[in-house]
């Protein structure tokens, strides 16, 4: 319940920013200020225009009165609610903040505008966080006052069932940052990993290599219904063209795009990309435009020929193999400890990880 972290204000106060300001209104940044308003912080929410902020404000107002008149939060919980989160769409509202975490659309250029903007409109010592799922925080601010404070925090959704973060950090972040954001992921009761920027989004890459070999699989001509099917029965919960569809075929292509810019290996992730650069071209994006690798507006079709089990144990070796190395591989170059990342993949996956 709310309520139940309030406790935990005054402690935050010497070690963790206490006014924490949010960018962005869609799934991610709305699923972050719901888990964020349950921890006594001060909230600003910023959104790109005053139509869209009262919307999310009103929704606010009404979420919160019914917490209160259902009794899940007490009266000193919704009055604090509702006398310190402010929401609109100026920047000014988030000057006073401590700590700024955006989430909004994965496109360098728009959070960069967004970052240097912000620059100029919030005091000096405010640390600029990015949710980014695949660019490093070094590329979303050039700023000589700013750059030991712009980190990644990238949360999983839904962030309160997905007990992981990914800090991020550059060669020039401070000390004080670190201090402060080791703070503030504890206080939130979050598990983190402590990641250089050559070694973001760690967990997104583990599966780098298994999602190359799935898609040189589907463009040898293995239907790709039976390739996730196998995934979801031997090996994850969710198959990997399911998973892309869910992402967004045009968020995963930008993202594996920046996964493998320094790989040495690109002709091996040629399948992926291609698998993903024709879909975007149709503009068939994945859950979001109702047909990706998937088509949803149409009845599920069964695959033309069932695989035999020796197909599929040979395909359930080749993935399992693909996903170990790298799993191992991340281990041995000393980016997280063995119990670090089984953690972290058993948060990711919803499940219990068995390597």
């Known amino acids: 319940m709310i309520f139940l972290h309030f406790k935990t204000l005054n402690e935050m106060a010497t070690k963790s920013p206490v006014k924490i300001g949010l960018i962005g209104s869609g799934k991610m940044g709305t699923d972050i200020f719901n888990y964020l308003a349950g921890f006594g912080f001060e909230l600003a929410w910023l959104c790109e225009t005053e139509p869209e902020a009262a919307e999310v404000r009103r929704k606010f107002i009404k979420k919160t009165e019914r917490q209160y008149k259902n009794q899940l939060i007490d009266e000193q919980c919704y009055q604090r609610l509702m006398q310190t989160t402010v929401i609109g769409h100026t920047m000014e509202l988030l000057s006073g903040c401590e700590l700024i ?21 919030v005091n000096p010592d405010c640390i600029f966080a990015s949710n980014s799922s695949s660019i490093v925080p070094s590329l979303l601010l050039n700023s000589a006052k700013r750059k030991d404070k712009t980190v990644g925090l990238h949360f999983f959704y839904p962030v ?31 598990f983190h990993l402590n990641l250089a920027e050559e070694n973001a989004f760690i967990l997104n890459k583990l599966f780098l290599n298994l999602q190359a070999e799935a898609c040189r699989l589907y463009q040898g001509g293995m239907d790709f219904r039976q390739i996730d099917d196998v995934v979801k029965e031997k090996i994850f919960p969710i198959g990997v063209f399911d998973f892309f569809d869910s992402v967004g075929i045009d968020t995963m292509l930008f993202a594996v795009n920046q996964y493998i810019i320094n790989s040495d290996k690109k002709e091996f992730y040629q399948p992926l990309i291609a698998s993903l650069q024709s879909l975007y071209n149709q503009g068939r994006l994945g859950i979001k435009t109702k047909a990706g690798f998937y088509d949803y507006a149409a009845p599920a079709l069964p695959p033309k020929n069932a695989l035999s089990p020796s197909q599929k144990n040979e395909m359930v070796q080749l993935l399992t193999n693909t996903f170990k190395e790298s799993f191992n591989t991340t281990i041995q170059n000393g980016i997280c400890t063995r119990q670090e990342l089984d953690f972290a993949l058993t948060e990711y996956l919803g499940e219990k990880w068995n390597q």
């Open 101 to 121: 975490i955006e989430a909004i659309t994965e496109k360098i250029n728009v959070k960069q505008e967004v970052f240097h903007r912000l620059d100029s409109v």
């Open 160 to 190: 309160s069932y997905r007990n992981i973060v990914e800090y991020i950090y550059t060669d020039s972040t401070s000390e004080t940052t670190h201090e402060k954001v080791h703070h503030f992921l504890s206080a939130i009761k979050k």
